[in-house]
């Protein structure tokens, strides 16, 4: 079975400075996907960004972008220019493909210092 | 973008009655819909799966005759918590994907919480 891991269960950061966020996973599978997705206090789940394993070009969403290591199963997310509206829950998710649910890891609580 | 409602937003029952979800998308046709819980300060544990008409598949350790799922439409799945007690106070989501096998389109609803009292 698939399983995802965040090793940090909070984490702080100064408006406007960079943060980044941990997750490693592991599969057998050499086709997948993974996301991180955001869950503000509304607990909304948000898509903040994704990527296709057989793309090796990270991910980039504005000020998010992800560092992907296939080989290592590593799949870290970068927050530049921390703004107050990130404060959130995020979480890493791997998605196996086909008609598959989604495997979630434990979510890092990130806090924005103002 | 494509929406996912669910209702009731939150729902308080008394324990040993029923309660029912509704998961509707709103602008576009959802073949499988997947429903996850989360307890507080937890991930999301996804439940089962389901496809529009044909029976949901659950993941090990759900109770599927506690947790009835049915997924008469393409725009509406409805998960019954039955004979709720309060260990299943939660917090239920629901997501929909418009083609089975798309990754690129699963949208989350906005959640319901359940109080069992």
């Known amino acids: 079975a698939q399983t995802v891991t965040q090793s940090q269960p909070e984490m702080s950061v100064q408006e406007a400075e960079t943060v980044t966020l941990s997750c490693t996973y592991d599969t057998s599978e050499s086709d997948y996907y993974l996301f991180w997705y955001k869950q503000p206090p509304s607990r909304q789940m948000i898509l903040v960004i994704r990527?296709?394993?057989?793309?090796?070009q990270n991910a980039t969403e504005n000020r998010f972008s992800v560092n992907f290591q296939k080989a290592a199963k590593s799949f870290s997310l970068k927050i530049s220019d921390s703004q107050l509206g990130d404060a959130a829950m995020y979480f890493c998710a791997y998605h196996r493909g086909g008609a598959d649910g989604l495997t979630f890891g434990k979510g890092t609580h990130l806090i924005i210092q103002p | 973008g494509a929406v996912v409602s669910q209702h009731p937003s939150r729902v308080i029952c008394k324990s040993g009655t029923s309660v029912k979800i509704e998961c509707r998308s709103l602008d576009f046709q959802a073949t499988t819909m997947f429903w996850y819980r989360q307890f507080p300060k937890q991930s999301l544990m996804l439940m089962a799966t389901s496809n529009e008409g044909s029976k949901a598949t659950y993941e090990q350790g759900v109770e599927k005759d506690k947790f009835l799922i049915n997924h008469a439409s393409l725009t509406l799945s409805t998960l019954t918590v039955t004979s709720a007690h309060p260990e299943d106070s939660s917090f239920y989501i629901c997501?929909?994907?418009?083609?089975?096998?798309?990754?690129?389109?699963?949208?989350f609803g906005p959640g319901t919480r359940l109080t069992v009292l």
């Open positions: 990527q296709e394993a057989y793309k090796q």
């Open positions: 997501s929909a994907s418009t083609l089975a096998g798309s990754t690129d389109t699963q949208y």
